[in-house]
């Protein structure tokens, strides 16, 4: 009898727990290779209780400059990438760059804002890939209240994660054969930027697409252990 009880409390208690996703600013997926393009999402959950958030600002490396960037519209966002002067010039794939794509900014509409227990994805299409392991891309969450965080430490010399990690590709060298073209990570495929505005050539206005926390699974688990037990004390009471 105590055990079904048990199992109907933690029922209730599974029920009551609500779903949590990534705890900040990540990209998804994060796997692509070295030399190529890149189809990802800034994966962007809201984490205050008390503010919705309103903007969204990545700054874009200046030291290996990306040549080619694009945005996903998405309703309710008004999406503006950034291209200046480099402070000297870079080569990149043999050619010698004196300009390039410096940040990505998603602002939120009036009406519009990643709410208190959601989040939102931010879709780009990014190229070409440098030849480093990592590609760091820092983010700054601005709230309806102010707030701003930012999202820009480097791991640690010991691997451990930051208090504010920046959203990192992880970029593997291109193997024989291999165009790293295919613009997907390397467990599986992710949507591709179709519709997409292309900014190879001048800074313009973009938007990007939706998404909402699903707690659909646990709540399914919890409703089903708070039936199985509730249903086998109803039955003893019976026996009994």
């Given at each position: 009898?105590?055990?079904?009880?048990?199992?109907?409390?933690?029922?209730?208690?599974?029920?009551?727990?609500?779903?949590?996703?990534?705890?900040?600013?990540?990209?998804?997926?994060?796997?692509?290779?070295?030399?190529?393009?890149?189809?990802?999402?800034?994966?962007?959950?809201?984490?205050?209780?008390?503010?919705?958030?309103?903007?969204?600002?990545?700054?874009?490396?200046?030291?290996?400059?990306?040549?080619?960037?694009?945005?996903?519209?998405?309703?309710?966002?008004?999406a503006e990438v950034v291209k200046g002067k480099l402070d000297k010039p870079v080569t990149v794939s043999g050619k010698e760059v004196t300009e390039a794509f410096t940040s990505i900014t998603w602002t939120a509409e009036p009406g519009t804002k990643i709410g208190i227990n959601e989040y939102q994805e931010f879709y780009v299409a990014l190229g070409t890939l440098p030849e480093k392991d990592t590609l760091l891309l820092p983010t700054k969450q601005t709230y309806e209240n102010g707030e701003v965080v930012d999202w820009s430490q480097a791991p640690g010399a010991d691997g451990k994660e930051p208090e504010h990690p920046a959203p990192a590709l992880k970029l593997a060298p291109k193997k024989a054969g291999d165009d790293g073209h295919d613009g997907h990570g390397g467990h599986g495929t992710t949507p591709a930027a179709n519709g997409t505005d292309t900014h190879e050539a001048s800074a313009s206005t973009n938007s990007d697409q939706t998404a909402r926390y699903l707690?659909?699974?646990?709540?399914?688990?919890?409703?089903?252990?708070?039936?199985?037990?509730?249903?086998?004390i109803l039955r003893s009471r019976r026996k009994a």
């Open positions: 009898m105590r055990t079904l009880a048990v199992l109907a409390v933690a029922g209730i208690a599974v029920l009551g727990t609500p779903a949590i996703a990534s705890a900040h600013v990540s990209a998804q997926p994060a796997e692509f290779t070295q030399g190529g393009r890149a189809t990802f999402a800034f994966r962007v959950p809201n984490e205050r209780d008390n503010a919705g958030t309103t903007k969204i600002e990545v700054t874009l490396p200046k030291d290996t400059p990306l040549t080619s960037v694009r945005t996903r519209p998405l309703t309710g966002w008004k707690g659909g699974a646990g709540l399914a688990v919890g409703a089903l252990g708070l039936g199985f037990g509730v249903g086998a």
